[in-house]
């Protein structure tokens, strides 16, 4: 994914609260950061915006957020679906105007994603994104609760 408007050490304050709330294991990977100038029509810097491209991964693909493979449904270190809509919840909240781009979609602030963001859960033919993962049962229901208020807050 690509965030622009956030620098590095804001969007590791986001990841460092995560972990910590929720005792995983969250980090970047392949994290690049960067900087965009924005010029005018005469090539005049108007703006210079801080950007980040990274993916989401977890040091133990054992803690809340992992994302199960298909077929198998053995556990990987790739973030589930509801561990990326808390990070993106939180990046929106605490920088209303920042903007995303994923795979998927691209949000342009924080009511873009709450209007986007459900719908991505549906997936892509047989597969449900929201549904490769173990968040809505056995010990981790605590992680399903929370990020269902995070939907109904908004």
Not at 23 to 49: A, E, G, I, P
Not at 50 to 68: E, G, M, T, Y
Not at 127 to 151: I, K, S
Request: with cysteine; aromatic share 12%; charged share 25%.
């Amino acid at each position: 994914m690509i965030v622009s408007g956030v620098n590095g050490y804001e969007l590791q304050r986001i990841i460092d609260g995560i972990n910590k709330h929720y005792q995983t294991s969250m980090v970047f990977y392949d994290m690049v950061t960067y900087s965009v100038k924005l010029r005018n029509r005469t090539k005049q810097v108007v703006r210079v915006v801080p950007r980040a491209r990274f993916a989401l991964r977890l040091q133990d693909s054992a803690d809340p957020f992992h994302k199960r493979s298909g077929k198998r449904r053995s556990r990987t270190r790739c973030v589930c679906w509801h561990g990326m809509a808390l990070f993106m919840m939180r990046l929106f909240r605490a920088h209303p105007n920042a903007k995303l781009k994923t795979s998927l979609l691209r949000y342009s602030d924080l009511d873009d994603f709450l209007a986007k963001f459900k719908s991505t859960g549906k997936g892509k033919g047989e597969v449900r994104y929201d549904e490769l993962c173990d968040c809505r049962q056995g010990t981790q229901e605590f992680v399903w609760a929370v990020v269902q208020e995070l939907f109904v807050v908004g």
